[in-house]
């Protein structure tokens, strides 16, 4: 398996665009969690989803947050519109039964 | 509300001289535990896990943590430090409820003196 692999490694966009982060995670997986993470806060968890079902997304910021995870194979997360304040890196993970949890590389966001 | 507390923001230390990380968390079951490095511009490397057995728990690239339940501790440590060993290391415990969440304390940067 090539682990949990998330495009693109960075995105630049100006404010008040539409930007989607894509992850695919390890085969076998049962839950897929998006965090975010920036000097201030921290890793913060934003969603996660069990069996491609979103259970909490209490932590995503605001309305213009939004995540879907369509099949086993693919979630999305998507900001519309970016502001600069959603400048951070992004990582989506994924927990497999007896393995514990797998981290892709992330997303450099910075919004402009 | 379950946390984790990592009381140290830096720690410097000389290359060769032994390394202890100090993570406590709070939670109301024992957790399932977790190291993980992070250098720049980098994903999250996992070092080491613990889920239950034996309490002091052998990782990657020389590391060890012990898991103390009397002090809700998970420090890890290394007897010996490396260059390369420079990074953000973070402690996360796993909620063991039907959500799996990791919560993550807020990172130790280790500098390495050569």
């Known amino acids: 398996d090539a682990g949990v692999i998330q495009s693109p490694r960075h995105e630049v966009t100006e404010m008040g665009q539409e930007v989607t982060l894509r992850c695919k995670p390890i085969?076998?997986?049962?839950?897929l969690f998006w965090y975010r993470q920036t000097m201030m806060r921290g890793l913060e968890l934003l969603i996660y989803f069990n069996n491609n079902v979103p259970i909490d997304d209490s932590g995503m910021p605001e309305d213009r947050f939004s995540a879907k995870m369509p099949n086993a194979s693919f979630s999305t997360l998507k900001i519309q519109p970016s502001e600069p304040r959603d400048s951070a890196v992004y990582f989506c993970?994924?927990?497999?039964?007896?393995?514990?949890?797998?981290f892709g590389s992330g997303t450099r966001l910075t919004v402009v | 509300a379950q946390s984790v507390t990592q009381p140290d923001i830096h720690i410097t230390v000389s290359e060769g001289a032994s390394l202890e990380l100090r993570c406590n968390y709070s939670y109301g079951a024992t957790p399932y535990l977790f190291w993980y490095v992070q250098s720049p511009g980098q994903g999250l490397q996992l070092l080491l896990k613990y889920f239950s057995g034996d309490t002091l728990v052998q990782g990657i690239k020389g590391f060890e943590a012990e898991f103390k339940r009397s002090q809700s501790s998970f420090n890890l440590r290394k007897p010996s430090v490396h260059w390369s060993d420079a990074a953000e290391y973070f402690c996360?415990?796993?909620?063991?409820?039907?959500?799996?969440?990791?919560?993550f304390g807020s990172g130790t940067r280790l500098l390495v003196r050569p």
């Open positions: 085969s076998g997986h049962d839950y």
């Open positions: 996360a415990v796993g909620l063991m409820d039907s959500s799996y969440k990791l919560i």
């Open positions: 993970a994924s927990r497999t039964p007896g393995q514990g949890y797998t």
